[in-house]
Protein backbone atom coordinates (compact mmCIF):
# COMPACT_ATOMS: atom_id res chain seq x y z
CA UNK A 1 0.00 0.00 0.00
CA UNK A 2 1.40 3.40 -1.03
CA UNK A 3 2.13 5.48 2.17
CA UNK A 4 0.26 8.40 0.34
CA UNK A 5 -3.10 7.73 -2.24
CA UNK A 6 -4.91 9.92 -4.20
CA UNK A 7 -7.35 9.52 -6.91
CA UNK A 8 -4.66 10.27 -10.21
CA UNK A 9 -7.88 11.63 -12.02
CA UNK A 10 -8.62 13.93 -14.55
CA UNK A 11 -10.87 15.69 -13.09
CA UNK A 12 -12.39 17.85 -16.13
CA UNK A 13 -14.84 20.32 -14.73
CA UNK A 14 -16.43 23.09 -16.14
CA UNK A 15 -14.95 26.81 -15.31
CA UNK A 16 -17.15 27.67 -11.98
CA UNK A 17 -17.73 24.21 -10.52
CA UNK A 18 -17.00 23.30 -6.92
CA UNK A 19 -14.20 20.16 -7.42
CA UNK A 20 -13.04 18.34 -4.04
CA UNK A 21 -9.92 16.13 -4.07
CA UNK A 22 -9.49 13.24 -1.61
CA UNK A 23 -6.20 11.39 -0.37
CA UNK A 24 -5.59 9.20 2.40
CA UNK A 25 -2.33 8.18 4.49
CA UNK A 26 -0.87 5.28 5.68
CA UNK A 27 0.99 6.44 8.88
CA UNK A 28 -0.81 7.00 11.79
CA UNK A 29 2.60 8.81 12.75
CA UNK A 30 1.93 11.33 10.22
CA UNK A 31 2.12 15.01 11.64
CA UNK A 32 1.95 17.91 8.92
CA UNK A 33 -0.24 17.96 6.01
CA UNK A 34 0.00 20.21 3.09
CA UNK A 35 -1.27 20.26 -0.64
CA UNK A 36 0.75 21.11 -2.84
CA UNK A 37 0.22 22.25 -7.17
CA UNK A 38 2.60 21.59 -10.04
CA UNK A 39 1.84 23.03 -13.63
CA UNK A 40 2.47 20.68 -16.12
CA UNK A 41 7.09 20.33 -16.41
CA UNK A 42 7.05 22.93 -13.53
CA UNK A 43 8.17 22.46 -9.78
CA UNK A 44 5.75 21.80 -6.81
CA UNK A 45 4.44 24.53 -5.58
CA UNK A 46 2.88 25.22 -1.59
CA UNK A 47 -0.60 25.77 -2.05
CA UNK A 48 -1.51 25.45 1.71
CA UNK A 49 -0.63 23.61 4.76
CA UNK A 50 -3.50 21.35 5.83
CA UNK A 51 -4.65 21.99 10.27
CA UNK A 52 -6.43 19.62 12.07
CA UNK A 53 -9.01 22.20 12.51
CA UNK A 54 -9.53 22.75 8.67
CA UNK A 55 -8.29 25.80 7.33
CA UNK A 56 -9.68 27.98 4.24
CA UNK A 57 -7.76 30.19 1.95
CA UNK A 58 -9.71 32.08 -0.50
CA UNK A 59 -11.52 29.60 -3.30
CA UNK A 60 -9.86 26.41 -1.72
CA UNK A 61 -11.12 24.49 1.77
CA UNK A 62 -8.72 22.15 3.34
CA UNK A 63 -9.56 19.56 6.18
CA UNK A 64 -8.05 16.74 7.82
CA UNK A 65 -9.75 13.75 9.34
CA UNK A 66 -6.87 12.03 11.49
CA UNK A 67 -9.28 9.79 12.57
CA UNK A 68 -9.58 8.13 9.51
CA UNK A 69 -6.42 9.38 8.06
CA UNK A 70 -7.88 11.08 5.43
CA UNK A 71 -7.16 14.89 3.91
CA UNK A 72 -9.49 16.48 1.48
CA UNK A 73 -8.78 19.92 -0.78
CA UNK A 74 -11.88 22.20 -1.84
CA UNK A 75 -11.79 24.60 -4.95
CA UNK A 76 -14.62 26.46 -5.07
CA UNK A 77 -15.48 28.83 -7.97
CA UNK A 78 -12.69 26.66 -10.66
CA UNK A 79 -10.83 29.41 -12.76
CA UNK A 80 -9.38 27.98 -15.96
CA UNK A 81 -5.83 28.72 -14.06
CA UNK A 82 -6.45 26.50 -11.55
CA UNK A 83 -5.80 23.16 -14.23
CA UNK A 84 -2.96 21.39 -12.76
CA UNK A 85 -1.80 18.24 -10.97
CA UNK A 86 -2.74 18.60 -7.07
CA UNK A 87 -0.48 16.77 -4.69
CA UNK A 88 -1.38 15.58 -1.29
CA UNK A 89 1.73 15.67 1.29
CA UNK A 90 2.77 14.33 4.47
CA UNK A 91 5.63 14.34 7.08
CA UNK A 92 6.09 11.93 9.61
CA UNK A 93 6.98 12.65 13.12
CA UNK A 94 10.95 11.15 13.12
CA UNK A 95 14.05 12.03 11.93
CA UNK A 96 14.83 14.33 8.83
CA UNK A 97 11.85 16.51 8.09
CA UNK A 98 11.05 13.79 4.94
CA UNK A 99 7.91 14.73 3.11
CA UNK A 100 6.71 12.02 1.79
CA UNK A 101 4.23 12.73 -1.99
CA UNK A 102 1.06 11.53 -3.28
CA UNK A 103 1.54 10.88 -7.20
CA UNK A 104 -1.10 13.88 -7.94
CA UNK A 105 -4.84 14.04 -8.96
CA UNK A 106 -4.44 15.99 -11.99
CA UNK A 107 -7.16 18.90 -12.90
CA UNK A 108 -8.34 20.14 -16.11
CA UNK A 109 -11.05 23.44 -15.74
CA UNK A 110 -12.40 23.58 -19.22
CA UNK A 111 -15.00 26.71 -20.66
CA UNK B 1 14.99 37.65 -3.84
CA UNK B 2 15.50 34.41 -1.91
CA UNK B 3 15.43 31.08 -3.64
CA UNK B 4 16.89 27.93 -4.80
CA UNK B 5 18.78 27.52 -8.21
CA UNK B 6 19.10 24.27 -10.37
CA UNK B 7 21.08 23.72 -13.40
CA UNK B 8 21.03 23.08 -16.00
CA UNK B 9 17.79 22.86 -16.95
CA UNK B 10 18.30 20.26 -19.12
CA UNK B 11 21.24 17.77 -19.09
CA UNK B 12 21.69 14.96 -22.07
CA UNK B 13 24.29 12.12 -20.93
CA UNK B 14 25.76 8.99 -22.40
CA UNK B 15 25.54 6.03 -21.54
CA UNK B 16 28.66 5.15 -18.55
CA UNK B 17 28.76 8.75 -18.09
CA UNK B 18 28.93 10.36 -14.58
CA UNK B 19 26.92 13.78 -14.59
CA UNK B 20 26.15 16.59 -11.52
CA UNK B 21 23.12 18.37 -11.05
CA UNK B 22 23.65 21.88 -9.16
CA UNK B 23 21.25 22.78 -6.43
CA UNK B 24 22.01 26.43 -4.85
CA UNK B 25 20.00 28.44 -2.27
CA UNK B 26 19.75 31.69 -0.32
CA UNK B 27 17.14 31.19 1.66
CA UNK B 28 19.38 30.28 5.08
CA UNK B 29 17.67 26.40 4.92
CA UNK B 30 19.13 24.14 7.07
CA UNK B 31 17.69 21.13 5.22
CA UNK B 32 17.78 20.22 1.77
CA UNK B 33 16.41 17.52 -0.14
CA UNK B 34 17.33 15.58 -3.84
CA UNK B 35 13.69 14.03 -5.11
CA UNK B 36 13.39 12.31 -8.67
CA UNK B 37 10.14 12.30 -10.67
CA UNK B 38 8.86 9.75 -12.82
CA UNK B 39 5.43 10.04 -14.93
CA UNK B 40 2.80 8.52 -12.71
CA UNK B 41 5.12 7.49 -9.85
CA UNK B 42 5.20 11.04 -7.96
CA UNK B 43 8.42 12.03 -6.33
CA UNK B 44 10.65 9.79 -4.60
CA UNK B 45 13.45 10.75 -2.35
CA UNK B 46 16.74 10.33 -3.12
CA UNK B 47 19.53 12.03 -0.65
CA UNK B 48 18.56 14.39 1.92
CA UNK B 49 20.83 16.61 4.33
CA UNK B 50 20.06 18.88 7.58
CA UNK B 51 23.05 19.64 8.44
CA UNK B 52 26.50 21.03 6.71
CA UNK B 53 29.22 18.03 5.75
CA UNK B 54 26.16 15.25 6.79
CA UNK B 55 23.29 13.89 4.47
CA UNK B 56 22.07 10.53 4.59
CA UNK B 57 20.22 7.95 2.26
CA UNK B 58 16.43 8.64 1.14
CA UNK B 59 14.05 5.76 -0.72
CA UNK B 60 16.13 5.18 -4.00
CA UNK B 61 20.16 6.25 -3.30
CA UNK B 62 21.52 3.41 -5.15
CA UNK B 63 22.91 5.19 -8.25
CA UNK B 64 23.54 8.60 -7.35
CA UNK B 65 25.78 10.21 -5.07
CA UNK B 66 26.10 13.67 -2.89
CA UNK B 67 28.08 16.20 -0.58
CA UNK B 68 27.17 19.20 1.40
CA UNK B 69 30.06 20.85 1.85
CA UNK B 70 28.75 24.61 1.89
CA UNK B 71 24.68 25.12 3.63
CA UNK B 72 23.91 26.76 0.68
CA UNK B 73 25.17 23.82 -2.02
CA UNK B 74 23.98 20.41 -2.36
CA UNK B 75 24.97 18.64 -5.81
CA UNK B 76 23.92 15.34 -7.35
CA UNK B 77 25.83 13.55 -9.11
CA UNK B 78 24.17 10.87 -11.28
CA UNK B 79 26.33 8.05 -11.80
CA UNK B 80 26.72 5.23 -14.32
CA UNK B 81 25.48 2.67 -12.03
CA UNK B 82 22.01 4.31 -11.75
CA UNK B 83 20.41 2.06 -14.61
CA UNK B 84 17.44 4.20 -15.35
CA UNK B 85 18.58 7.98 -15.06
CA UNK B 86 16.13 9.65 -17.36
CA UNK B 87 13.67 11.57 -15.32
CA UNK B 88 12.66 15.23 -13.72
CA UNK B 89 14.98 16.01 -11.11
CA UNK B 90 14.05 18.11 -7.83
CA UNK B 91 16.19 20.06 -5.09
CA UNK B 92 14.20 21.26 -2.28
CA UNK B 93 15.03 22.93 0.92
CA UNK B 94 13.02 23.86 4.25
CA UNK B 95 14.23 25.04 7.76
CA UNK B 96 13.25 23.94 10.86
CA UNK B 97 9.73 23.77 12.02
CA UNK B 98 6.45 22.20 10.72
CA UNK B 99 6.78 24.06 6.96
CA UNK B 100 6.91 22.89 3.60
CA UNK B 101 9.67 22.69 0.96
CA UNK B 102 10.78 25.15 -1.70
CA UNK B 103 11.59 23.88 -4.46
CA UNK B 104 14.02 24.61 -7.71
CA UNK B 105 12.78 24.56 -11.35
CA UNK B 106 14.33 21.49 -11.85
CA UNK B 107 16.63 19.53 -13.62
CA UNK B 108 15.18 16.82 -16.87
CA UNK B 109 18.34 14.47 -17.96
CA UNK B 110 17.84 12.21 -20.54
CA UNK B 111 20.04 9.29 -21.39
CA UNK B 112 21.33 9.46 -25.08
Known amino acids: RKEVEQDPGPFNVPEGATVAFNCTYSNSASQSFFWYRQDCRKEPKLLMS???SGNEDGRFTAQLNRASQYISLLIRDSKLSDSATYLCVVRVTGGGNKLTFGTGTQLKVEL | DGGITQSPKYLFRKEGQNVTLSCEQN?????MYWYRQDPGQGLRLIYY???????QKGDIAEGYSVSREKKESFPLTVTSAQKNPTAFYLC???????????FGSGTRLTVV
Open chain 2, 27 to 31: LNHDA
Open chain 1, 50 to 52: VYS
Open chain 2, 92 to 102: ASTTTGNYGYT
Open chain 2, 49 to 55: SQIVNDF
